[in-house]
C-alpha cells in the first residue's frame, strides 16, 4: 500500500523564537516534500514584536540533514532585505532541517524541516534476530512467576454518574508493579449486548496533569496505564514532581543514571527502566481483553510521545488492538544515530559514553519502535511534526515505513513542533472510534 501524505498548512506558518524576532517561513513545495537531489527553497520573514517584518538585526540560518551533515550556514542582515531566502537539497532519503536565530544571541533556536523521500528512510540498525524469542520469553517467565491478577481499589471522589473510577496496578518483575486507571460505565444499557468498547492509553513523559488524568467515557470502558514501576502516580502535580525528585535520586544512585528512559539501558535488557513497565502494561491489555464486559471488536490505542512509543511496543506484542492512533511517538529510531541522523527520544546516545554506551547499543534494538513495527499488524495512524526537536521526523518515518498493517497512514505536521497539537487530533479521534479519514487525503 502506497504512504499517504498529509499537509496541515499551505505554504507557511509562524514559528516563535525567544527574544525579539519571530519568523514567517515557507517552502517552495506546499507540501514541504521532495524528491533526493532536488533543491529545496526556504523563504523567511523575520517579524518585530509588532508583527511586522523587521527593518534591522541579523538572523543566523543553517541547514543541515537532521544529523551530522552539515548544507549551509548564513547569516542575513535584515537591513539589505527582509524576507530572505536559503537554499539547500539532500541526496539520500531524511529530512532537510532549517535552524533560525537571531545572531550573536543566546536564544532559542527556531526549526523547520521538509522531507525527502520519507517513505524510503531506513532504521539505524538491524532487529535482533532473539527479538520475538526475547519478548515471548518475557511474558512467559512473568506469568510463571507472578499473579497476573490485578490490585483493584474503587476511588469515590473520582467517580461520576456515567462512570466507576478505580486505581488498577498488575505485578511485573522485581516485585514491582505497574499502576493505572481505570474507568468502568454504570449504564449498561449504553453497552452493545453487554458488552462496551475499549479505549487504552500510556501518557506522555514528564510532570504534568495529563500522567494522573484519564478522562472516563459513559459509553466506553477507559484504562491509561503508566510507566513507572518505583512508584504510584499521585493525583496532583506536586505529588507527581516529588516521586519524580525521588525516583530520580534512587536511578543515580542504582545505575549512575537519574534519567528515568535511560536508565539501565548500559547495564542488561533485563535492568532498563521500560523492561518491567512494557511487560506489566502488556499484562494489563490480556487482563482487560479477558473481561466478559469488553467488545473486543473495539479495543483501541492512543498516545503521544512516550505513550506513542509505548504504542509501538504494545501494538507489536499484543493482538488484541483492533485500532490505533500514535501522536508524535517516541521510541522511534532510538539507533538513528549509526545511520548519521539524530535518534528518537530519550536519545540515550547523549547520556553515555565509551564501554557504557557500547553496551547500551547491544540492549537498545529490544525497544527500538522501529523493530516493533514490523510486528503491527492492525490499522495504525501516525503523526509527525515536521519540526519536532524531541521526536525527530526522520526517527518516526524510520519506524512508520517498518510497521506491517496494510491499513496505515502519516498524517505529515508541517512546521509543527513537539508538544503542539494537530489539527489532526480531533480527527483521528473520531477515527479511532469507528470515524472515516479516507477524505482526508491530500497527495499519495
Not at 502535580?237 to 516529588?242: D, H, P, S
Not at 481483553?289 to 506513542?308: C, E, I, K, M, N
Amino acid at each position: 500500500m502506497r504512504i499517504h501524505l498529509f499537509a496541515v498548512f499551505s505554504a507557511a506558518v509562524l514559528a516563535v523564537l525567544g527574544g525579539d524576532l519571530t519568523f514567517k517561513i515557507a517552502s517552495d513545495h506546499e507540501d514541504a516534500l521532495y524528491r533526493c537531489g532536488e533543491t529545496a527553497t526556504f523563504t523567511v520573514t523575520a517579524l518585530d514584536e509588532g508583527g511586522k517584518p523587521a527593518a534591522a538585526g541579523e538572523v543566523e540560518a543553517k541547514l543541515d540533514d537532521w544529523g551530522r551533515l552539515s548544507i549551509a550556514t548564513e547569516t542575513f542582515d535584515l537591513a539589505k532585505g527582509n524576507p530572505f531566502s536559503i537554499k539547500g537539497k539532500l541526496d539520500a532519503p531524511g529530512f532537510l532541517r532549517l535552524r533560525l536565530k537571531e545572531a550573536k544571541k543566546k536564544v532559542k533556536e527556531t526549526v523547520w524541516g521538509v522531507g525527502y523521500e520519507p517513505e524510503c528512510i531506513r532504521k539505524g540498525s538491524p532487529s535482533p534476530d532473539d527479538f520475538d524469542e526475547f519478548w515471548a520469553e518475557t511474558m512467559k517467565r512473568l506469568d510463571a512467576t507472578t499473579s497476573p491478577e490485578p490490585t483493584i481499589v474503587r476511588i469515590p471522589e473520582k467517580c461520576s454518574k456515567e462512570f466507576d473510577f478505580f486505581r488498577i496496578s498488575f505485578n511485573t518483575f522485581e516485585g514491582r508493579r505497574v499502576s493505572g486507571m481505570l474507568t468502568i460505565p454504570t449504564d449498561k444499557s449504553k453497552s452493545r449486548n453487554g458488552r462496551f468498547p475499549v479505549r487504552f492509553s500510556v501518557p506522555s513523559a514528564g510532570v504534568g496533569a495529563w500522567t494522573f488524568t484519564l478522562r472516563g467515557e459513559p459509553a466506553a470502558i477507559c484504562m491509561m496505564m503508566t510507566v513507572h514501576t518505583t512508584f504510584e502516580t499521585p493525583f496532583s502535580l506536586e505529588g507527581v514532581a516529588e516521586c519524580h525528585k525521588r525516583n530520580a535520586k534512587m536511578l543515580q544512585e542504582k545505575y549512575g543514571c537519574s534519567y528515568y528512559a535511560v536508565a539501565g539501558l548500559d547495564k542488561s535488557r533485563e535492568d532498563y527502566y521500560f523492561y518491567p513497565a512494557i511487560a506489566g502494561i502488556n499484562r494489563a491489555v490480556n487482563w482487560l481483553a479477558a473481561r466478559p464486559d469488553v467488545d473486543l471488536s473495539d479495543f483501541t490505542y492512543a498516545g503521544g510521545s512516550q505513550g506513542g512509543g509505548f504504542g509501538f511496543a504494545l501494538l507489536g506484542l499484543n493482538r488484541h488492538f483492533t485500532r490505533a492512533v500514535l501522536r508524535v511517538p517516541a521510541l522511534t529510531d532510538i539507533m538513528g544515530r549509526l545511520a548519521g541522523r539524530t535518534s528518537g527520544w530519550p536519545r540515550y546516545d547523549g547520556h553515555f559514553r565509551d564501554d557504557r554506551l557500547a553496551a547500551a547499543d547491544k540492549n537498545a534494538p529490544y525497544f527500538d519502535g522501529a523493530n516493533f513495527a514490523s510486528r503491527i499488524t492492525c490499522p495504525t495512524r501516525v503523526v509527525v511534526g515536521f519540526a519536532d526537536t524531541t521526536c525527530p521526523p526522520c526517527a518516526v518515518y524510520a519506524a512508520y515505513n517498518n510497521i506491517a498493517s496494510k491499513d496505515k497512514k502519516m498524517y505529515n505536521a508541517i512546521g509543527m513542533g513537539h508538544g503542539k497539537r494537530s489539527i489532526y487530533y480531533g480527527l483521528l479521534e473520531k477515527w479511532q472510534r469507528g470515524g472515516d479519514d479516507s477524505k482526508s487525503c491530500i497527495r499519495k
